[in-house]
């Protein structure tokens, strides 16, 4: 086959959609750390997670072993909704750069939700469903994650309750409307409904909220109330399995055409659309198969990979959650007001975590104008307006391109577009103003943070 007759989009037809995920776990010789517990630092085990997640998602929270696991019937129909996910060779782009690299990209907006959420929620939702639940709990800061899990929830007949970070319930209504169409309740967090909510309020009053308090809200609503779990969005083995299908579509679109990347890029927030981008392609490097470059891509306002610990620490700032051992910049750590990237999480998956400690990927970080002077390239060449999240990939592939440009070397960039940014033009307005500034924490306020660090 030529460089000609590819495409500007592969699709792959219906029935190509994956029918198994692959578990990325079970060809890793280090295996990612087990979640322990916050109070004796103690690894824990299926019985001692049942009061927060669904049975079936802690099997596979835990399954370091079993390669691929199928897809259940009902999910592979959800999934045809609005999969396959076209895989797009940028053309435009290459041409606009002048670059003799080849350029493909993984869209993953083209759902309700506008993210790659959708992936995991409608799975997480099906085994609550399947377990006789009555609904599930959750957090989300600007809202993708709770957009998904709302639609998910809609589909199947569940309860939704969705803590929203105060700030964004306040200053991003379009998302937290769209949940509430698809029938979920969004409370403002931290709210006066919780224990932890009052606490938290009492001791900081005024607070406009963060993601960790926002998690520890949902956690004890989900367990202090009969027929209710805790689903989460990021971070977890579980959630990195099931967008696995990302990488597998891209994977399968790229064979038909004989192609292999040379280097493979993610943008990386708690690591889920980068630990599924990345995962079947990983597990040839693993096996010894086949070699290639993936970095993940984070903000140089929230480093957790290229400026973090790997070590223990809490996921939620209530500290009532599982501990992970992962790359973080302490759970105390709040990203500066000014950063408007998305991506702000103190911690990242395990799994990336571990990936990235035994030297198996790279990790860059990239200033937000830097970010969005890329998206905005993208957004005039490629005629899609991406996510701020997801222009962080962006940003490196056109950095590789260019590096190619250089040396005249036409490399293979696979990188993942994990969605759309209709909702983010606050953010657009700030930089198309001149307004945006970048913002680095200094290794004083990090080590701050890490002095809090959990200690076992
Ligand atoms: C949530 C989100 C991310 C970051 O989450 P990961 O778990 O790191 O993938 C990236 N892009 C978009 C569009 C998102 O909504």
């Known amino acids: 086959m030529t460089e000609q007759n590819i495409p500007y989009k592969i699709y792959l037809s219906e029935n190509e959609i994956p029918k198994q995920w692959y578990n990325v776990r079970a060809d890793m010789k280090q295996k990612p750390a087990p979640l322990a517990n916050?109070?004796?630092?103690?690894?824990l085990g299926f019985e001692e997670l049942r009061p927060v997640f669904c049975d079936e998602l802690i099997k596979q929270e835990l399954d370091n072993d079993t390669a691929y696991i199928d897809i259940p019937q009902e999910i592979q129909d959800f999934?045809?909704?609005y999969r396959p996910a076209p895989l797009v060779r940028a053309y435009c782009l290459e041409k606009a750069l002048d670059t003799p690299a080849k350029i493909y990209y993984k869209f993953e907006?083209?759902?309700?939700?506008?993210?790659?959420?959708?992936?995991?929620?409608i799975v997480?939702?099906?085994?609550?469903?399947?377990?006789g639940l009555k609904g599930v709990t959750t957090e989300t800061g600007a809202g993708q994650w709770g957009t998904a899990l709302s639609m998910a929830c809609a589909y199947l007949g569940l309860d939704c309750r969705v803590y929203m970070v105060k700030v964004s319930y306040e200053q991003k209504p379009f998302r937290r409307e769209v949940m509430r169409t698809y029938g979920a309740s969004v409370v403002a967090s931290p709210s006066m409904e919780t224990e932890i909510g009052r606490k938290i309020n009492a001791e900081h009053p005024g607070t406009t909220g963060s993601l960790g308090c926002a998690i520890s809200e949902a956690v004890e609503v989900a367990v202090s109330n009969p027929g209710y779990r805790y689903v989460l969005g990021s971070v977890l083995n579980q959630v990195l399995l099931h967008q696995s299908v990302i990488g597998l579509e891209a994977k399968a679109a790229l064979d038909k055409?004989?192609?292999?990347?040379?280097?493979?890029?993610?943008?990386?927030?708690?690591g889920s659309n980068l630990g599924g981008l990345i995962s079947p392609f990983m597990g040839e490097k693993l096996r010894g198969e086949k070699d290639y470059r993936f970095i993940a891509v984070e903000p140089a306002s929230c480093p957790s990979l290229t400026r973090g610990v790997f070590a223990y620490d809490f996921c939620d700032t209530g500290m009532i959650c599982p501990l992970a051992k992962m790359y973080t910049l302490g759970s105390n750590f709040i990203p500066s007001a000014n950063h408007a990237g998305g991506l702000r999480y103190h911690g990242m998956s395990p799994v990336v975590s571990q990936l990235y400690h035994d030297g198996y990927m790279e990790a860059v970080s990239v200033e937000q104008t830097a970010v969005f002077e890329a998206a905005t390239k993208f957004a005039r060449v490629e005629g899609i307006l991406p996510a701020p999240e997801s222009s962080h990939a962006i940003k490196a592939a056109i950095d590789e391109a260019m590096k190619c440009k250089e040396t005249g070397e036409a490399k293979t960039i696979l990188f993942g577009l994990t969605g759309t940014g209709y909702f983010d033009l606050v953010a657009y307005e700030k930089f198309n103003n001149k307004q945006m500034v970048d913002y680095i924490p200094t290794d004083e306020e990090l080590q701050a943070s890490f002095a809090k660090l959990p200690k076992f």
């Open 109 to 121: 907006g083209n759902n309700t939700s506008g993210s790659h959420k959708l992936n995991s929620a």
């Open 79 to 81: 999934y045809k909704m």
């Open 124 to 131: 997480q939702a099906y085994y609550a469903k399947q377990q």
């Open 38 to 43: 916050p109070a004796t630092g103690e690894p």
């Open 257 to 270: 055409y004989g192609v292999t990347p040379d280097i493979i890029i993610g943008c990386a927030g708690g």
